[in-house]
Structures are given as C-alpha cells and as structure tokens.
C-alpha cells in the first residue's frame, strides 16, 4: 500500500496486464486475476447450481457450434462433437436421476406439472441428438420407478407418435402405453399410435393379442398388412364376427342389416368394406399404396376370399356384406370395376375373376329369397349400369334382363329414382334395351323418367315433344328457356322442325305458355323478345285469360327490354304498353307512378284514361302535367294532400280514442301521405322553373298552408299523442319548407311561418328556421367556392398562355403566314418576312397587317384570294367563320372584354402552335357543366347583379358571362392581362 506521508513515487494502481492468457487487474488494495473457463468448467458450474435446463442449452449450443469461447475443446470437428455429445448424454442421466430420485424429495418436486417439464425436456434432448435408447432404457427406467412421474412422461408419447417424430417404441414402453390407456379408457389413442410406428419395431404377438382382446380393428389390420404382409387373415376373421351379428340380428327379417345393428356393429361392417374397397383398388389400409410387387396377388386373394363358396353356406364372405348393406356394397364393386388399373386384369391369366363371374355369383346369391325387392332392386341397378360399361363382357338371360327392366321402369316403386333413370338411360347409350321404342316411351312415362322420353325423342327429332320433357322434371325445368332458345338458333335443325318448336312454346292448349311464365317470367320474357319479336303482341294477348300471368309477362318484356343490346330490334305496340299500364293499375298500383315517370315510349292522352279509371292520383297528376294541363294537376295533388292529411287525422283521433286496428290504420294513413306529399314537391319543383316569383308563392304556401293548420287544428283534439304527431308534421313541413327555399324568397317564407295561427311562441318554429338557414348558407357559401374555382382555373389558363406567347416564334420552310398562307421565307430566295403578333394572336406578315390597319376589306379580299388558291382547306386554314370573328374584334364595342380574349385563345389553340393547356382547365373543357343549387335572388340588388344564376334546384346551369367580374381578383387580372 502506497503511503501518503512518503514522497510522490511512481503509481502503478489501476493497471491491467496479460499473461499466458490471464488477465490481472492492479488496485490500491489487491490484484485481481480473471481467466477464461473451460467449457467444461463452465457446464459443470451451471450443474452445480441445480440449473440443468440452462446447462443443457449450454451444451447444446456447444454441440451446434452456436457458442463462444469454446475453450478446452478438440479442434477436430468429429472429436468435439462426439465428447460434447458424451457431455450431453451425463446430463440428462444425471437430471433425471436427481429429479426422480426418491430421497429428498421437495414439495415442487412432487408436482404432475414439475415432472411433465422434465420429461419434455429430456425427450426434447434426446430427440434432437438421436439418443433414442438411453431415452427409453435408463432415462424411461428412472421415470417408470416413480408413479407420477411414469404417468407424465407416457402421457407426452402419443402427440409425438402421431406427428412421426418417434417412429419406433421400446415394447416394455410399448406394454405400458398400453396399459396406462386402458386404465384410463382411452385406447383410441394407443391405436392411433400403433397407425403410426414402425411394425418392425413392435412385439407383434403382443399387439395383436391386445387389438383383439380390445377391439382395436384399424391396429389389427395395420399390424397383419405392414408386420406379416398379410391381407386375407384380417378380413377372415372380421367377416366371422359381422356373420355371426347379422345371423343375430336378421332372424326372421328381410332388408338391410345394418338397420337392426348397434352402433360397435355398424363400425365393424362399414370398416370391412372400406378395406375390401383398398385392397381392390390397390390402397393400403388405412393410408398410403401397396408395394407394387403385392397389388395383383391381393387383389386376387381378397377376390378369391369374396367369392368363395364353401361347403355350409355358399359365399358366406359376399352373402355377409351384401345382407350388411346391399348398396354399399355394391358400390364398393363399381368402384373396382371402374377402376382403370383393374380393367386388364379382372378374368386375365386365371388369377382373377372376370365380371362376368362376379355378376353369376351376385345373381345366384340373391336368388336365395333372402332378400328383400329393395335389395334385389340395387343389384339389378348395378347389372344395368355394368351392362352398359362393359356390354361385351357382361350377359345376361333375357328373363333376368327383362325382370332388371320391369324393375327400372317400375312406376310404383319411388325409390332411387334418380340411381334407376341413370341405369336405364347406360342401357340406352349402348343399345341395351330389348324394346320398341313405343314400349319405352310407355314405360317410362308411367315411370316419371322423363330424361328417358327425351332421348327417345331426340333420336325420332321430335324436338317440339321435349319441351314438355322439361316441363315435367321438376328439377330441370329452369333449362327449358336455354334449350329452346339453343334449338331455335341451331343451323342444324331444320325450319319445319323450328316452326313445331315455336307453336309448342306460345301455345296455350296445352298450356306451355303458362307455365314458362310460372317457372321464370323474366326468361320467359327473354325468351319472347329475342325469338318472337314480330308476335309479341299475339303472344301476350294468348294469356289474357289469366290476367296475373299477363301482367307478370308484360313486367318481364319491359324490364328485359331495357337490358337487352342495342341491336336487338324490337317493337312493341302501344296497344301492348297502355295493356301493361292497365295491368299495372289493377296488379301493383304503388308502382304506376315511377313506372310512368321513368318510361317515355307511350301515349299519354291512353294511359291518362287508364290512371283515371283507378283513381291512381300520383300517376293521373304527373300524366295530366306532361300534357301541359298544370293547373289540373296541381289541382288533383293538392286535393289528395288534403284528403290525406284528413285520414291521418282520423287514425290518431281513432287511435287516442282506443278503437280497434287504428295502430295499422296510423301508419299506414302515415305512410300514404308522406308518399302524395313527395309527389306534389316534385311536381312543385318541376313547375318552378317555368314561373315568376309570385307565381310560384301561390305554388308552395298552399301545401305549407294544410301542414301548419292541421298541427293548429290538432291542438284541440290530441292529448296524449299531440307530441307525436307534431314531430311528424313538423317533418314534413321541414321538408317542404327546405324543398321551396330555391325558388321562394326566405323573407316571404319566414313570414308566412311567424304568421300562421298554430305558432304561439319562438320555441315551436326555432328548429324549422334554423334548417331554413343551413340550407341558405350552404348553398351560398356552394356558390362562393364554385366562383373561387372557376377563377382560379381562367386566372392560371390566362396565364399559361400569356407566358407561351412571349416566347419566339420558331420558324421552318413550312411556317406561313395565319392569313394570306404565304411562306415564312419568302418566296423561295430564303428572304425571311416579317411578321407581327396581333391581340387576337394570330401570326400575320407585316403587308397583311397593315392592309387590315387600312381597312377591313383589303383584308378580307386578300385573305379570300388566299383561300381560294389553297383548293381545299385544311386545319391550318381560317375558315369563314374565323375570319368573321377577326373582322367583329375590330368593329365590336364589347362591354366584357375577358370574353373576347377567350375566344381569340380559343380560336389560336385551334390552329397551329397551339401551347400546352394547362392542368384542370375546367372552363375549357366542351362538356363544362356546373351542378349547384344557387341562393335566393335577393331584391334590390345593384344592377349588375341582376344576371345572378337562375333559382332552379338540381339543373345543369352553365355559369353566367359577367359572374366572374364581382370577384376579388378581377383588379390584378385586368392590370396583368389587359392588354393581350
């Protein structure tokens, strides 16, 4: 230690040093010494702090080489990774030594969840170093001695099983798999788990002897088929067990066993025949495919082992599945015979049966009486299908074919219809059947297989009759229109053939016509507007006699109309139109009046004495209004307004007073008004474009005349539903109110409201005024913003087009002058004229200019004489109306300026030179068109503001001449472009 009471010396505190891979570190009052560990050090140092999961993941990152400071370990690659996985091997034999010792065992030791962590972990362990033995030898006997311990570490194995992480069980592990499932009822699970191990691995012996001592028929099969390559001994075995439960359950009954059969024993019969079924088609049991080298001799023996016939009870292996479940089984043999790869082998070389053979063995087996006709009839299904699949290697005596006939056409038996209509039309395609055609028809119209018909039909080209094939089939009957459409259009059918189709279809008697309609009105339509289009009013007037067919007819043709293309042609008589509005009258009343206002194509005076018959007073308004009589329909709407208003009054009165139905009565009195009160607005609407100021006041306030004094009047007769009813009318009066103030002035509007006799105070009217001034301010406040951005855009286009003219005037051997079309360059000698830039911008020589400087007719007499000599005129020329519009720049006094500079912009980017047009130029677009509900034109006004924008709601209004001139940046534009 350095004392302080001697001289300054020399310090040498705070140093550090290394030496022979050591690190020293100098203090005041020690010197420290850090080295690096071994790897071994540093495990063993984690072991024994009790912290094995920390040092195996050390370990392991030592063994995937992932770690750092790998200190004390083998260069050699081999070497360090076979004495790291020595390492890896004691740790986890001793981590699960100390974890399920019995000496000194802690509380948390003696938790399931603690003994679950440490067999996941040693699992997880070995799995990835492949120490599969000491897993199940030392490690597994360690668990094994302790109870719960051997419990937690079973219940890990079946999830990794069945993923295929362990493929390969140890039997005594194996034994005790078994065992803790089977204490815990769950052998499900170990069955699962023998699905998925490898054969080879298992003590076979033991296995089968617990799959048949439990019932565990998937495992069973698995081990037979995978450990002994044997594919007949399970099926022997499983048939006995369904035989002898179909011999219990069937004693004195006909029909399908498996009706009469615990759930256990339906299991077993459905899970043989899905093993018959892999074995004849190839497939192992239950995934994956056979060794290519077994597939014949399979398929042979499970075949020879089906069709066997034995001494007590001939075919005792098909008799059993076939009384199980006939069709089933049945279908298990298509499937086979069907299957591409047995269609050279079934009857080659002996081996195998042909079906010829199998088809006698089923016919002599249901002959037997066993047999209910329910079963009889699925086989003679499967005959006729495999007759007309295989119709040269199949035969049949010609009494059993025609008993397979009578029970296809069987017309009292319904069931599987659709299974016995498709056998029989196979039979058609290969010319099975051995009958007329008239015995067919017969048979299968007593039958309903109208797909039959059809093909009998079809090959007599009798197309007309196959329309009511389809008619028939309930299932089929929406493809009539596209089959009648498609034979109509079809080149090879002829036009004798085509006019029996177009009779059939339009044909009342029998009634074809009604039921095409019935099925689908809008194909129909279709239909009769694409194929029938010179007929449709003969058409229509076929099925008068049934007046909601007609009108359902008539909706479709005009609503298909309307979708259909452009050049379909199609006429319809107006005769037809005023029967549909007639129709509509009676059918639909409600939809009269749109129908009316959307379509355009008929007769007015007609159809006004048609709404006039049935009292349809919205649609009578809007006919009377579209002959010009406005007076009467104002007159008609205003009437009915009030009527309405009326009933709504009575149905609150009757709805206070407690009587009967008046709840349905209010709403639907509610629903009637609102519906009249939107068509008088409408018509209000419409009407106000054509009428002054006070005319449309006497327009407007009487409907808000009827809502204010009916709420005033219903003040003395409502008490408890008075709020009610004055919420609704007053939402209707905001509406009308809101709808009128484009077109009336507000002052007139706000005192017709501050005068009417139902307002007592501000409070009842506050709501209605605020909406008032909304509106107004939103639609003044529309027009502002409209005004900014049409200046905005003229202001940049001006500008855009200024700046191009300041630039030079690039001139080539094709320049000419803008009037009299002489080149640029003189005549030919390279002498270059000169040229001036008039305001009307257009590019002139200097003798052009100063003659139209002396005088309009000069000018016109050269820039003529310039034309004329042309022969023709081309984009470039001015045309008369371009030079009209040069000589009106000179002569005209124009009050607005700004406009005449437009057109001459307008008339330059018309010819040549022409600059780039500004971005969003939307003033000079052709189609401009401004959409705005404009505020009340106020009284008073400057003069100049009377050219202010029409009052009319939702129309197309081009922006007036002068509206730009009241903006704020008309100073600064006429100081910058003046003078252009």
């Known amino acids: 230690k350095r004392s302080t009471k001697l001289p300054s010396l020399k310090a040498y505190d ?96 003696q938790s399931p969840a603690f003994y679950h962590n440490v067999a996941q972990l040693e699992i997880d362990y070995c799995m990835k170093i492949g120490a599969m033995k000491l897993l199940f030898g030392p490690i597994y006997s360690r668990f094994a001695s302790h109870v719960e311990a051997k419990k937690e570490f079973l219940r890990l194995l079946p999830q990794l099983v069945t993923t295929g992480k362990i493929r390969k069980l140890d039997p005594i592990v194996m034994k005790d798999l078994v065992s803790h499932y089977q204490s815990v009822g769950d052998l499900k699970t170990v069955e699962q788990c023998i699905l998925h191990l490898n054969v080879q691995s298992m003590d076979i012996h033991q296995v089968v002897v617990m799959c048949w001592t439990h019932g565990l028929y998937d495992a069973m099969i698995y081990v037979y088929n995978r450990g002994l390559q044997d594919f007949t001994t399970p099926l022997k075995e499983l048939i006995q067990l369904l035989s002898k439960a179909v011999r219990n359950r069937m004693k004195g009954k006909k029909g399908n066993a498996v009706s009469y059969m615990t759930d256990p024993e339906q299991r077993l019969g459905y899970k043989l025949l899905l093993y018959v079924n892999y074995c004849l088609s ?187 094939c389809y008619l028939l089939d309930a299932e089929r009957q929406r493809e009539v229109f596209s089959y009648i459409h498609h034979m109509l259009q079809d080149l090879s059918v002829s036009s ?145 307004v009030m009527e309405r208003i009326k009933l709504l009054n ?64 219903m003040k003395q007769k409502l008490t408890t539903s008075l709020p009610e009813y004055i919420v609704l009318m007053r939402d209707m009066t905001k509406h009308v109110v809101n709808s009128m103030i484009n077109f009336v002035a507000l002052p007139a509007i706000l005192q017709k409201v501050m005068l009417a006799g139902s307002v007592k105070i501000f409070g009842e009217i506050k ?91 000069r000018a016109t007499q050269s820039m003529n004489k310039g034309l004329s000599s042309q022969g023709q005129r081309t984009s470039g020329f001015l045309t008369e109306h371009q030079h009209r519009i040069l000589q009106d720049y000179e002569t005209e006094n124009s009050s607005l300026p700004w406009q005449r500079t437009l057109d001459a912009l307008n008339f330059y980017h018309r010819g040549q030179g022409e600059p780039p047009a500004p971005r969003n130029a939307l003033r000079d677009k052709p189609d401009f068109r401004l959409n705005l509900k404009p505020p009340l034109r106020v009284r008073n006004l400057p003069p100049r503001e009377a050219g202010r924008l029409p009052s009319v709601p939702n129309t197309e209004v081009r922006a007036p001449p002068n509206w730009w001139m009241e903006t704020s940046f008309n100073r600064q534009f006429q100081e910058d472009y003046g003078q252009l």
């Open 650 to 713: 009575k149905s609150f009165v009757d709805h206070e007073a407690g009587a009967e139905g008046s709840k349905e009565k209010r709403v639907d009195a509610l629903q009637r008004l609102r519906g009249i009160l939107a068509v008088a607005i409408q018509m209000c609407l419409r009407s106000s474009e054509k009428l002054a100021e006070a005319d449309r006041e006497g327009l407007w306030f009487p409907l808000l005349d009827a809502l204010i004094d009916s709420q005033s009047a």
């Open 14 to 109: 705070q140093s550090v040093a290394e030496l022979n891979g050591n690190i020293y570190l100098l203090g005041l009052n020690s010197i420290h010494l850090i080295t690096i560990m071994t790897w071994a050090d540093r495990i063993a140092y984690l072991a024994s702090q009790k912290k094995f999961a920390e040092a195996l993941m050390l370990t392991m990152s030592f063994y995937e080489e992932r770690a750092l400071a790998m200190a004390g370990l083998p260069k050699n690659p081999e070497e360090r990774r076979g004495v790291i996985h020595n390492k890896l091997l004691e740790l986890l034999q001793t981590y699960a030594d100390l974890s399920v010792s019995t000496r000194n065992v802690g509380r948390e030791q």
């Open 767 to 857: 709501d209605l005024i605020m909406s008032m001034l909304d509106t107004y301010n939103y639609e003044k406040t529309l027009l502002q913003t409209t005004n900014r951005i049409l200046a905005n855009d003229l202001y940049w286009a001006m500008r855009s087009r200024r700046d191009s003219y300041r630039k030079g005037f690039a001139v080539s051997r094709r320049s000419q002058c803008g009037i009299c079309r002489r080149p640029v360059l003189g005549h030919g000698d390279g002498t270059p004229m000169s040229f001036v830039c008039t305001r009307e911008d257009i590019r002139s020589c200097s003798r052009c200019y100063s003659e139209r400087q002396g005088g309009g007719r």
């Open 496 to 640: 004798k053939e085509k006019q029996a189709i177009k009779e059939i279809t339009v044909s009342t008697e029998p009634q074809v016509l009604p039921k095409l309609i019935e099925i689908d009105h809008g194909a129909t339509a279709r239909l009769v507007l694409l194929n029938f289009g010179k007929v449709i009013g003969s058409i229509v007037r076929s099925v008068g006699f049934l007046p909601k067919l007609q009108f359902k007819l008539l909706s479709g043709i005009f609503t298909v109309r309307d979708i259909l293309d452009d050049d379909v042609d199609i006429e319809i008589d107006p005769e037809i139109h005023e029967l549909y509005v007639d129709l509509m009258c009676r059918m639909r009343p409600a939809a009269v009046y749109p129908y009316l206002r959307e379509a355009s194509d008929y007769r007015v005076d007609p159809c006004l004495d048609i709404c006039k018959k049935y009292r349809i007073t919205d649609a009578t308004a809007w006919l009377l209004e579209r002959s010009g009589d406005i007076i009467a329909a104002y007159s008609l709407i205003h009437n009915t």
């Open 282 to 468: 190839g497939k192992a049991f239950p995934s994956g495919e056979i060794p290519e080298g077994l597939v014949t001799k399979v398929k042979s023996d499970v075949y020879s082992h089906l069709l066997l016939r034995g001494s007590d009870v001939p075919f005792i292996y098909a008799r059993t599945l076939m009384k199980f479940d006939t069709k089933e089984f049945l279908n298990v043999l298509s499937i086979a015979f069907t299957d591409s790869r047995n269609a050279n082998e079934l009857g080659q070389g002996g081996r195998m049966p042909s079906r010829q053979n199998v088809v006698d063995i089923l016919l002599e087996i249901s002959d037997g009486g066993d047999f209910s006709p329910e079963q009889v009839g699925y086989l003679f299904t499967f005959l006729a299908r495999q007759m007309a699949r295989n119709e040269s290697s199949i035969k049949v005596p010609d009494a059993r074919f025609k008993k397979v006939l009578e029970y296809l056409t069987n017309a009292e038996d319904d069931t599987f219809y659709k299974e016995r209509q498709q056998a029989l039309l196979e039979l058609l395609d290969v010319g099975a059947p051995q009958l007329s055609e008239e015995q067919l028809l017969r048979a299968a119209r007593r039958a309903k297989f109208y797909r039959v018909c059809q093909y009998v039909y079809k090959r007599r080209r009798q197309f007309d009759k196959i329309i009511d």
